[in-house]
């Protein structure tokens, strides 16, 4: 199956993931596809093909006779879509050679330059966006399709050595659990490469630390015509919070490897409310001392209206990766030598966010970050380049045969 048909059957398939779900995965649609994907391994001559029980998809291209000592390596994507959008009916414009001007996606709604001053990078390019009601599920089945494709073609050329390959496709991912259950000793890959990445080169293997912060206060609720020196307004607990927190390290405030505390929620009423935060930094001191200050925050506000009133619950969702892949510089270099191999500039930048691949890494599989091709993530803008698919598409291929010799 070719790359784009591909592709656009993926995204036909509603996978969007719950955060507030308790189940595992959180959703059963992305079942659908991931059982889909196991039969299509199978259907392409793939070996040891199974969904466990927990959802995880895996199969074996098994090693070229006489390669059977080399490195077994993996390639990992993830099947959900971001609660942030839905991914159902989604209806993919495609646009043949891009003139680098703006997008009409539909009557109403225009992707600019001037508001996305990539776009002129990608003309010339075969686009696929969305219609502007959906997101498009470019992450990651841009980077499943990228992998099924490479699997497909390996297979059909067996004039390419190479050692054992091992395929993972997983659910969750979006909802910070893609890899709870990940098996890496039965996966069995000594190195991996999350395909999972945006914009043609990324090459990423350093990332966000990461906590999640919940914040909950009790208020009291007094009519407010006899409220004086009585009422606590939770509301108004939560803004005082947030307000106690330095706005320049917000995420519109920050780039690169600047940290930041991103406000994500706000629910309740005068009696009770609640807020929620993710706190990120590439640096581990300063990501420390974000959570310091988030607790001296409410340490301040117990003070000052009382103990029992604000909780805060703070828990770490991942660590940066680059410690756990540094000590194997090979599996940085083949990368940037495949990507040049296939006519593509590499960009070595830290994720300003998190892949499964940075927690594999801690859980003993080394695994860097490649681009896809796909763009704005997560919403109604999100569109990719097929034109740099099949780039990454053949950077995999590069490195089933780098890592063969």
């Known amino acids: 199956m070719e790359l784009k048909e591909r592709f656009l059957k993926y995204v036909g398939f509603d996978t969007q993931s719950d955060p507030e779900s308790e ?13 889909h994907l196991a039969e299509e391994m199978k259907s392409i001559g793939l070996q040891e093909v199974e969904v466990d029980a927990n959802g995880y998809a895996m199969g074996t291209i098994p090693a ?18 971001s609660p942030d959008m839905s991914g159902a009916n989604i209806k993919p414009q495609i646009i043949e050679h891009y003139d680098g001007g703006d997008i009409r996606l539909n009557d109403q709604l225009t992707m600019t330059v001037a508001d996305f001053p990539e776009l002129p990078f990608f003309k010339g390019h075969t686009l696929i966006t969305t219609d502007g009601t959906t997101l498009l ?17 390996i297979v059909q050329h067996p004039e390419i050595k190479h050692g054992k390959i091992r ?18 000793e039965h996966f069995g ?14 090459l990423e293997y350093e990332n966000f630390n990461a906590a ?44 690169g490897y600047e940290g930041f505390y991103h406000l994500i929620s706000i629910k309740g009423e005068v009696e009770a409310a609640s807020s929620e935060y993710i706190i990120r930094d590439h640096s581990r001191a300063k990501f420390e001392e974000k959570k310091r200050f988030l607790q001296a925050a409410v340490a301040l506000l117990t003070e000052k209206y009382g103990e029992g009133v604000v909780k805060l619950t703070l828990k770490d969702q991942y660590y940066n990766m680059r410690e756990m892949v540094e000590p ?45 091709g796909g763009m704005n993530f997560h919403g109604k803008y999100e569109y990719c380049s097929l034109t740099t698919m099949h780039k990454a598409m053949q950077t995999i291929l590069n490195l089933i045969e780098s890592w063969g010799k």
């Open 64 to 81: 070229t006779s006489g390669y059977e000592d080399r490195p077994v390596i993996g390639f990992i994507a993830h099947v959900d879509t």
């Open 212 to 255: 999640s912060a919940r914040i909950e206060v009790q208020g009291r609720n007094i009519h407010p015509g006899y409220a004086k020196d009585k009422m606590i307004n939770a509301l108004q607990v939560v803004n005082e919070l947030n307000n106690l927190l330095p706005p320049c390290q917000r995420p519109e405030h920050t780039e």
């Open 328 to 372: 194997h510089p090979e599996v940085i270099d083949k990368a940037f030598q495949a990507m040049q191999d296939a006519g593509v500039t590499p960009i070595v930048r830290p994720i300003r966010g998190g892949t499964d691949g940075a927690r594999l890494s801690y859980m003993g599989l080394p695994c860097p970050n490649l681009f896809t």
């Open 137 to 153: 599920g470019a992450d990651d089945k841009a980077g499943v399709a990228e992998i099924m494709t490479a699997a497909e073609y």
């Open 189 to 202: 890959a000594k190195f991996a490469y999350t395909v999972d990445g945006g914009f043609e080169g990324e």
């Open 23 to 35: 189940t595992y995965p959180s959703t059963a649609k992305q079942l659908v596809l991931l059982n």
């Open 167 to 184: 395929l993972g496709f997983t659910p969750d991912e979006e909802v910070g659990r893609g890899v709870d259950h990940f098996d890496v």
